[in-house]
C-alpha cells in the first residue's frame, strides 16, 4: 500500500506561472520530508525538504509546504522555467533507518515556453 | 559534487542468468542504496548497507542479494534473473549532513531488460 502518494501523472504550466505539485501521506509517523527531481537519463537529484517541526522552507524559487493536519505536502515552483520540466518525486521518512523512506510515483512537470 | 555511477546503462539478460550491477560512489559516503523503479510504483528499496561488509534487506530483496567489500562500492546480484526483475535499478548513497541518511545522492540508473 502506497503511503506517499502522489495523484497527478502529469502538469503542464506556461513559463513564468507557478507550478504546484502536490504529495499525500498516510503515516502520521513521518517526520521528514523531501523532494527529489528527475531528467531523462539520470538518477534523482535531491531538491529540498522539510522537517515537521515547520510548514514551509523556502530555496529560491522552489517552496514546500507542510500541512500535517491534512497530510499533505506540496512544492511551489515560481516562477517556472522550462529548465524545471522534469519527474518530482516527494519522499516522507521516519526515524533514522533507511527503510523508513518512502517515495511517491512521481509527476511529470512540463513547463511550456 | 557528489558522483555516483553505474556500471551500464542498458543491460539485457535471459532468463537464468546471473546478473551483477556495480556502484561506485566518491564521497567516501557511509549508506549506500539500491532501488528499482517501476511505472506507477515509483522507488522501491531493494537493499542498503550502512559500511563494509554491512546490508539491511529493503522492501523488496527477494530474488536479489548484495555486496560491499569496499566502502565506496556496492554491487547489486541477481541470482537467476527472470522477466518480473526488468526494471529500472538506481543506486544512491548519502552521508553525515543536514539530511542524513534521506538526501542520497543517486547515479542514473542502470535499465535492465531479462528475456
Known amino acids: 500500500d502506497q503511503q506517499v502518494k502522489q495523484n497527478s501523472p502529469s502538469l503542464s504550466v506556461q513559463e513564468g506561472r507557478i507550478s504546484i505539485l502536490n504529495c499525500d501521506y498516510t503515516?502520521?509517523?513521518?517526520?521528514?520530508f523531501l523532494w527529489y527531481k528527475k531528467y531523462p537519463a539520470e538518477g534523482p537529484t535531491f531538491l529540498i525538504s522539510?522537517?515537521?517541526i515547520k510548514d514551509k522552507n523556502e530555496d529560491g524559487r522552489f517552496t514546500v509546504f507542510l500541512n500535517k493536519s491534512a497530510k499533505h505536502l506540496s512544492l511551489h515552483i515560481v516562477p517556472s522555467q522550462p529548465g524545471d520540466s522534469a519527474v518530482y518525486f516527494c519522499?516522507?521518512?521516519w526515524g533514522t533507518g533507511a527503510n523508513n523512506l518512502f517515495f511517491g510515483t512521481g509527476t511529470r512537470l512540463t513547463v511550456i515556453p | 559534487d557528489v558522483k555516483v555511477t553505474q556500471s551500464s546503462r542498458y543491460l539485457v539478460k535471459r532468463t537464468g542468468e546471473k546478473v551483477f550491477l556495480e556502484c561506485v560512489q566518491d564521497?567516501?559516503?557511509?549508506?549506500m542504496f539500491w532501488y528499482r523503479q517501476d511505472p506507477g510504483l515509483g522507488l522501491r528499496l531493494i537493499y542498503f548497507?550502512?559500511?563494509?561488509?554491512?546490508?539491511e534487506k529493503g522492501d523488496i530483496p527477494e530474488g536479489y542479494s548484495v555486496s560491499r567489500e569496499k566502502k565506496e562500492r556496492f554491487s547489486l546480484i541477481l541470482e537467476s534473473a527472470s522477466t518480473n526483475q526488468t526494471s529500472m535499478y538506481l543506486c544512491?548513497?548519502?552521508?553525515?549532513?543536514?539530511?542524513?541518511?534521506?538526501?542520497?545522492?543517486f547515479g542514473p540508473g542502470t535499465r535492465l531488460t531479462v528475456t
Open positions: 519522499a516522507a521518512s
Open positions: 503515516n502520521s509517523m513521518f517526520d521528514y
Open positions: 522539510i522537517s515537521s
Open positions: 564521497m567516501d559516503h557511509e549508506n
Open positions: 548497507s550502512y559500511d563494509v561488509k554491512m546490508k
Open positions: 544512491a548513497s548519502s552521508g553525515p549532513g543536514g539530511g542524513g541518511i534521506y538526501e542520497q545522492y
